[in-house]
């Protein structure tokens, strides 16, 4: 799917790339079959079985419940590093003391890896649900900050020097000039952070165990894909895991394109000739 | 909505014995030294002198980017900066149009141009587009209005930027070397442009460059800066008359002022290469 993004992408010759693409993905799983069938993928299931095994998934009310729950928190960590993660950032670069004071510390914690809270966040945080937003909260959020950061500081003095000299107050320096001139920035950290959302929360369920008091019909579903995923490796159902897998992707697809799609739609005079 | 009026021009500059001096790791730069330049309101008067003179600061002290160290400039007898101000106000009265161009990427043409009026909160959005599609339209610009700056051609980038910065109805245009990266039959075009466009609104030009041929085109008044630190060295008045167009180039007038003021360039500029010589 992303193959045939990138080759659409180009622009030229639509059709042509879609058919290539398909081709490429069409030979793999063709492949990928007939090794499973003369047993050389150790263990790994065949496409056909995968796909058996999704067509059951799609009536089990736990499925659609591990994506709901998987969305939810992907969505609600990145709003909540999205909006934090913004202010931060115009906050730094519109006060020098705020950016000398917070700085250091910023970079003092952005090395830590979001999954080497999960302890702390599972011990500081009340609920496993709270937990887990707080761990896709930190995957995205120093990416939009030092993102934002940097597209406000790199912004053209002569683009303010040109707004005051035509009678421009501060404020609208900062609203007319600080504010777009960071747009493609933030948006840029926002694609970046969304991705490694999806990448953090399949870990953070894994690892705290899914946080699933929502119930589910059993099978492994109902604790978010990653906990899906977790659970069908415990339980040993192997083509459960691929589809587990294939969920994710699929769905950081969907959350990447939409953001594109917004990003463009709020910046319109990139890429523009 | 006040047109510039002709009959009362305005934009006296009076740069009075202006010194700037740099000082940027303790060791002390002069970038000006005790400059003084008389400017008539509606007067052309462009600035040459090697590249790094110092003109450019003297360009932000009018327009109230830096401060100066000692000595005054005054706009129509209004104290801009000088003694107990070092640093003026930036203000729509000295709008300043830059050397690689500075619209906003992010606003279309139209929104550009609206840009001086609306955040002064001068006219309304109406009035404004009403005025800027009014001076578009004298400019040729009239069906570029919704493009982006990147959609356009430089040339037509800087056509823009004039019409934005006289949206500000100012009594002074600065410019920093606004052609510099035009080719040269693009550059002559803007000059008719520029002209044509202040034989319609008439302003005082301060305008900066290093390039003799578009300083005696465009100019009343020719000022040849001294090379680091920069000051006034040689004043020639081009009395060719207005209005003018790219036959004067080829006129007997325009070789004789360009032999008079060449040598004085080259001075300085034989000068600023051995300054970069030590330097370097």
């Known amino acids: 799917m992303a193959v045939t993004a990138t080759l659409a992408a180009k622009g030229h010759g639509r059709g042509s790339d879609l058919v290539g693409a398909g081709l490429s993905i069409g030979s793999v799983l063709i492949l990928w ?24 998934l799609l009536f089990d009310g736990g499925y659609w419940q591990s994506w709901y729950l998987s969305a939810f928190r992907v969505a609600a960590g990145f709003f909540a590093a999205l909006v934090l993660g913004v202010l931060l950032g115009l906050a ?70 040109a707004a005051l000299s035509m009678g421009a107050s501060r ?103 | 909505m006040n047109t510039p009026c002709l009959s009362r021009p305005r934009g006296a500059i009076r740069i009075q014995d202006v010194v700037k001096v740099y000082d940027p790791h303790g060791a002390a730069v002069t970038a000006v030294d005790h400059c003084t330049l008389d400017i008539a309101p509606g007067e052309i008067c462009m600035i040459v002198g090697p590249s790094g003179c110092g003109k450019t600061s003297l360009l932000n002290a009018i327009a109230g980017f830096h401060d100066i160290t000692s000595g005054a400039i005054y706009l129509d007898d209004r104290l801009l900066c000088g003694p107990g101000r070092p640093q003026s106000e930036p203000g729509a009265d000295r709008v300043v149009v830059f050397q690689n161009g500075a619209l906003f990427p992010w606003k279309t043409v139209l929104d550009n141009i609206t840009f001086g009026p609306l955040v002064q909160g ?78 319609r609104n008439k302003v005082t030009i301060f305008f900066i460059t290093h390039d003799l041929e578009e300083a005696i085109f465009l100019g009343d008044k020719v000022v040849v800066m001294t090379s680091r630190p920069c000051r006034p060295k040689k004043i020639v008045t081009v009395d060719i008359p207005h209005p003018r167009d790219h036959n004067v180039l080829t006129s007997r007038r325009f070789r004789e002022l360009m032999d008079e003021t060449m040598s004085a360039v080259h001075e300085e500029a034989q000068a600023a290469f051995a300054a970069g010589e030590r330097e370097g």
Request: hydrophobic share 45%.
């Open chain 1, 33 to 56: 079959e007939v090794m499973a069938a003369a047993d050389l993928t150790a263990g790994v299931p065949a496409p056909t079985a995968v796909l058996a095994a999704w067509w059951n």
């Open chain 1, 92 to 161: 730094m670069v519109v006060s020098r003391t705020l950016y000398g004071i917070t700085f250091p510390i910023f970079e003092v914690l952005r090395p830590i890896p979001p999954l080497a809270w999960v302890p702390a966040a599972i011990i500081f945080w009340p609920t496993t649900e709270l937990s887990i937003a707080f761990i896709t909260f930190l995957g995205a959020f120093y990416t939009i900050v030092i993102n934002t950061l940097d597209g406000g500081r790199a912004i053209d003095q002569r683009y303010v020097q």
């Open chain 1, 171 to 273: 404020m609208n320096v900062f609203r007319r000039i600080v504010l777009p001139g960071t747009l493609p920035s933030v948006t840029t950290g926002a694609a970046v952070g969304m991705g490694i959302t999806w990448e953090v929360v399949v870990a953070a369920e894994m690892i705290s165990g899914g946080g699933s008091s929502m119930g589910g019909s059993g099978g492994g579903t109902g604790g978010g894909l990653g906990f899906l995923i977790w659970n069908s490796y415990t339980g040993g159902s192997y083509e459960q895991i691929i589809v587990g897998m294939l969920s994710i992707g699929i769905a950081g697809y969907l959350s990447s394109g939409l953001l594109r799609r917004f990003g463009q739609w709020a910046t319109p005079w990139i890429g523009r000739r």
């Open chain 2, 122 to 199: 001068r006219s309304t959005l109406r009035e404004a587009r009403e005025k800027a599609r009014a001076l578009m339209a004298d400019a040729g610009l009239a069906d570029v209005e919704s493009s982006y700056p990147a959609q356009l051609s430089s040339g037509v980038r800087r056509r823009v930027e004039i019409v934005r910065a006289l949206m500000n109805d100012p009594s002074v245009l600065l410019l920093d070397e606004p052609y510099r990266a035009l080719d040269s039959l693009t550059k002559s075009m803007m000059h008719e442009s520029l002209l044509q466009t202040y034989y």
